[in-house]
């Protein structure tokens, strides 16, 4: 079956000519949005049991990357890998730092390259130029963080940075030839078909090569939780979600690899949506949804 979407995965065997696999690193990064540099609240529905569980800092960056690709060469055959420092923001640190965990990393057997999440306030001209030299010799992808094009649930979420501060800062990587993957989620509370359609035609806008859609979820342990508990809002539903992210998806072109349809969260830790449990179904529902439009990513970019 042809897949209605340019995945990512499809573009990393391509350019490699093997499977490429992430393996997750936590080099002990704090979040600005937690320690006070921006606030000290954190997103309202980012939960740190989500992160703290799947990783371990106590071990090096190259143990944790050896025991991370020993278990999935086990699943996987001839594997390649990229490192992938997720946890927290991963330029949020001197560029003395940044330079020791990615050259650690890039020593590794098997590593390619890496990837790191972070947030468009925390890279400056200094981490911009660092990772523009490791550009030079590997693969490097900058994972920023967008969540909605819209300001105002951006306050309301406390993410503590602007729709326009996460477009200056890709357009800055951008200029200097680095992969930028946009971050964001779909379904945040109060946001309507319009707001993810103002957010998809941004991006579709800003020489993006990359996006990252999560579905909009209820974590134990966030902000949002909380008030979830104490007064139940509207969740999307799974038709609602898939429709939301095929049209967004039919605005983007194709050059943009999708490196997610959604998010997964541990049982455990999951309040809401119910579906949410359930990937097997968000798969199908998405592809069913592109079936029923005959649709793909890209039609109507
Ligand atoms: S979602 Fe990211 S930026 Fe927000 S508090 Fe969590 S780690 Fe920090």
Not at 8 to 24: H, M, P, S, T
Not at 209 to 228: D, M, Q, R, W
Not at 264 to 279: C, F, H, M, Q, Y
Request: one cysteine or more; aromatic letters at 10%; a neutral charge.
């Amino acid at each position: 079956m042809k897949i209605p979407y340019h995945r990512y995965k499809d573009y990393l065997e391509q350019a490699f000519g093997c499977n490429i696999r992430k393996v997750v690193v936590d080099a002990g990064f704090t979040c600005p949005n937690r320690d006070g540099t921006v606030s000290l609240g954190g997103c309202a529905y980012c939960s740190q049991q989500s992160f703290t569980p799947l990783t371990n800092h106590r071990l090096s960056i190259t143990e944790q990357l050896n025991k991370g690709m020993g278990n999935l060469s086990m699943r996987f055959e001839r594997c390649a890998f990229l490192a992938y420092f997720q946890p927290n923001s991963n330029t949020h640190a001197s560029t003395e730092t940044l330079r020791k965990f990615y050259d650690e990393a890039l020593a590794a057997d098997n590593i390619v390259g890496f990837a790191i999440g972070t947030r468009p306030d925390c890279i400056g001209e200094d981490v911009l130029d660092l990772l523009a030299e490791f550009a030079d010799r590997t693969y490097v992808q900058l994972e920023l963080g967008l969540q909605t094009a819209n300001d105002q649930t951006l306050a309301q979420m406390n993410r503590g940075h602007t729709a326009g501060a996460f477009f200056e800062a890709a357009a800055r990587a951008r200029q200097r030839g680095l992969n930028v993957c946009a971050h964001i989620i779909v379904g945040l509370p109060g946001e309507t078909e319009t707001d993810f359609m103002h957010t998809a035609r941004l991006l579709s806008e800003a020489d993006l090569t990359g996006v990252k859609i999560h579905n909009f979820y209820v974590a134990k342990g966030s902000p949002l939780a909380e008030k979830y508990c104490r007064e139940p809002f509207p969740l999307l539903t799974l038709a609602e979600y898939s429709s939301h992210v095929v049209s967004m998806l039919e605005v983007m072109p194709w050059k943009v690899c999708v490196q997610r349809l959604y998010g997964s969260v541990r049982n455990e830790n999951l309040i809401a949506p119910e579906w949410g449990r359930k990937t097997n179904l968000i798969d199908q529902a998405l592809l069913e949804e592109f079936s029923r439009r005959k649709t793909f990513q890209g039609r109507l970019a």
